[in-house]
């Protein structure tokens, strides 16, 4: 593909105000993408600015995406490396992916060992992989593709144009709505961690509610979400949930927000929107977390958070006290020598 159709094909009205222009004097023919540090002739990469500046003068890439910077444009062009600039460099290096791989999706077909109840409602053009069980009173949308092995238990609704990888398991009532994408091992809607102290020992406490997924969210490899016992456990639009990343019964997580690997929600924690949550964070029970809050890896959350904080640290603490906790922490055993020779 030469770089000149890229840059039509690139067009898109969520980078308004962009410049898309190329290097009007270079079109190379572009086979692949790679980042700006291992790409080679023919290659299209991209640098977000900062640290990466330097690459430019360096890249073997064809072409390049940059940031609104007319250094750094001039500098491209110098060397002959064609460029299309836009305030958001990652983001179209994400659309141009899109152009040159698609991730595998079988054709529109049932395979002969999945197992589906008769009271099972197929949308159209579904694809049911080998060994699939679906059971009674489910509702599977438009496009919807079950990949090999996965358990759907009775009373599920899967939204049109969703996608569930192979060895997955939805439990009992789940509703997973349109466009989401649920990894191989993920388990939505298993029972939430319950048990009441009686005279006798521990008592199970049934979990009767239900686990909400709405459009777009997409859950991690190996990801567990647990249902209530009343009520839901809900994931707004448009969030992420990386491998690995735990979700209580009852908790309530907004629109757009990203939790990384590991990280782990107790029962009924509430999530605003446009929150994000790094590496191993942990959450206690009950804890409200602002919206456009951020907790940085390994952050133990005790207590609210409110919106628009960056917190660090066990227990979480503001991130700029963090930085100055930890710049002191280095100089603990010269302060001790000191405080012991006073």
Same mark, same amino acid.
């Given at each position: 593909?030469?770089?000149?159709? &890229? ?89 141009? &992916? ?140 448009? /969030? ?73 640290? /066990? ?28």
């Amino acid at each position: 593909m030469r770089f000149d159709e &890229i840059v039509n094909k690139l067009k898109s009205e969520r980078l308004q105000g962009s410049s898309l222009d190329s290097y009007p004097d270079c079109n190379p023919q572009i086979l692949s993408l790679a980042s700006v540090d291992e790409a080679t002739e023919h290659s299209l990469s991209y640098v977000e600015g900062g640290k990466f500046r330097r690459w430019v003068k360096d890249t073997a890439a064809s072409a390049l995406i940059l940031p609104l910077d007319e250094e750094l444009q001039k500098q491209a062009s110098e060397r002959g490396i064609a460029w299309m600039a836009t305030a958001s460099p990652r983001l179209l290096f994400a659309e141009a &992916i899109a152009l040159f791989y698609q991730p595998y999706r079988p054709k529109p077909q049932i395979h002969p060992t999945a197992v589906i109840d008769p009271t099972v409602r197929l949308g159209q053009d579904v694809s049911i992989g080998a060994y699939v069980v679906i059971m009674e009173g489910c509702t599977v949308g438009d496009r919807v593709c079950i990949f090999p092995n996965s358990v759907i238990y009775p009373g599920v609704s899967i939204g049109a144009d969703t996608t569930i990888h192979a060895n997955c398991t939805v439990e009992e009532r789940t509703q997973i709505g349109s466009r989401c994408v649920l990894h191989s091992g993920c388990c939505v809607g298993g029972e939430g961690f319950g048990f009441v102290v009686s005279p006798q020992g521990w008592f199970k406490m049934e979990q009767g509610g239900i686990v909400v997924l709405e459009d777009q969210v997409e859950v991690g490899c190996n990801t567990t979400i647990d249902r209530p016992p009343m009520g839901e456990t809900r994931i707004g639009f448009n /969030t992420k949930l990386d491998n690995l990343v735990q979700i209580g019964h009852g908790c309530k997580i907004g629109s757009n927000c990203s939790l990384s690997a590991q990280a782990g929600l107790s029962g009924q924690v509430k999530v605003g929107n446009q929150v994000i949550l790094a590496g191993q964070v942990g959450v206690a029970n009950q804890v409200t977390i602002g919206e456009g809050a951020i907790a940085t890896a390994q952050s133990g959350l005790h207590k609210d958070v409110p919106p628009q904080q960056i917190v660090s640290g /066990t227990p979480a603490i503001p991130n700029k006290l963090w930085l100055k906790i930890s710049a002191v922490y280095n100089r603990l055993p010269e302060m001790y020598k000191k405080l012991r020779q006073v």
